[in-house]
Every structure is written in C-alpha cells, then in structure tokens.
C-alpha cells in the first residue's frame, strides 16, 4: 500500500466531504428539527377533552366545531380552522422561493363527550420572502404550512393551484393578494427554465367542522368560571394542528429526519469515500 496515495485519497475524501456538507446542512437543519417534533410527540401523552389536565402538554384528539365559521382565504369555503402558503418560481434563485404563509383560528373548540377545549384566537400573515427556499427533499420530509404560533401538518392540501405571470387570477384570489399585501407576480428573466419565471403557487390546507383532529399543546386553566380551558402553544412554541393521529404523526417526523439525516448523510460519506479511493489510485 502506497503511503502517499493513502494519503491523497484521504485529502481527497476530507474535501469532498467538506464541500459537500455545505449544501448539505440544509438538510440536516431540517432533520435535526424533525427529530426535535418527533420526539416531543413520542413523549407525549394522548388525551381527549375529558381526560387532558391543565398544565399538560398533550395531544388531544376530538372533532373541531366553531361557532363562527372562518372563510378560507384560497378555496372561498366557510371552515373552522386553515392554514395557507404562496412560493413563487425564480430561475434566478433556487427555484421556489416562499413569499407568504399565514393562518386562521377562529372560535373554535375540541369537543369531548362532555367537555370542550378551545383553541386559542390566531390570524397571521407572515412574509418569508428570501427566508426560506423550497427543495426536492422538502416535499418528502416537510409538508407543512408553519407560521411562528402554528403548525399545520397535512397529508396534501385542499388547494393546490399555480398560476404564471399574465394570467387572469379568480377573483378571490386577487382579492386575498390586495388583501395581504402581495405585489402581482412578474417575470424576473426572459428565459423560462422548467416553469415560467414568476410562477405562483398557492396551497391551502383547511379543515371543516366536525373533523377529527390532532393537536399538540398545552392545556391552561379557562379565565373565567364556566368557561373551556384552552389549548395555548407550548414552550417549544408553536400549537400543531393535523387531521393525522398521533402514531401516524410519529411516523412521519422519524421518516423525515432519518431521511434528511441519514440518508443525506449517508450520501455524503459515499461520495467522499468514492473520491477518496479515486484519490488513492
């Protein structure tokens, strides 16, 4: 064995690993964050509206009724609770940029067999332009729609549209944009690189009345006699939302971060060990 071609493969592999973990570390953020839900999920306990104590941080799981139905701002339906997002397509960037995310909860409750739990009073419309960018591994590990108080796991959305610079949007959809502050979508090159440049895609995820669902947060004393307790975000600092049980919940957050862990990982030391035995040759 060669003394200076182990120790070119080994220079070779150091590099490689470190030019590739750069780009790689996007992945790993998200997967140490998957592991950081998944693992306050599993230490969870499940409770319904009857059984969940104030002071607990639990998943509580009943059908959701409001009296007061919220419009969903994407599909124009009468619900109880959504969530929406809107990412626009840049050649000039890294493909799909998020522009704005938001989320309604309106006066809506969790509904046991002879107790309710409200969920908290949350609108919100956040600007992400240039914070976050979409990614391939993204719609694998990640399909959610978050927002600093909220996060909304789904299975897929509700709405799920896109339209390109020039084209005639419904109506309600204008409308929400003039209502959030969203500027009309504009080419940014002249060449169209697999989508057109300046494409929108809007997705919703909204849950109707009646639906079961999942949260996660913590059960706090009601502030007046006779009134429900309510179901606030806990210290980790956002409320879950999902119409997933919770061992499904579970099973998506440990998929998502073996995934962005390990399987990233495990790509990036083969190909670092590849280009290290190229490098020994």
Known sequence: MSSSGFVT???????TCLVLCLPASVYFYKGYRRRQWYQRITRATVESPDTASHGETALVRAPVYTDSETTSPLSGEDVAVTAWQVSEYMNTSN??????RGAT???????????????PTIHTNTEVDGVLRGTRLSDITDRSVATDRVRFET???GTDVEYNPGDS??????EFERRVGLDPAEKHSVVDIMRHDGARRYVETAI???ETVTVFGTVTAPDAPGDAPTLTPPDTGQLLVTRLGPAALARRYRWGYWLALYGVGGIVLLFSALMGYVGYL
């Open 9 to 15: 493969g080994a220079i070779f592999a150091v590099l």
């Open 208 to 210: 109707e009345p009646g």
């Open 95 to 100: 493909g799909w940029t998020y522009k704005m």
């Open 155 to 157: 299975t897929d959305h």
């Open 169 to 174: 949007l419904p109506e309600h959809i204008a």
């Open 105 to 119: 909860i309106g006066d809506a409750r969790l509904e046991g067999e002879a107790t309710a739990v409200a969920l």
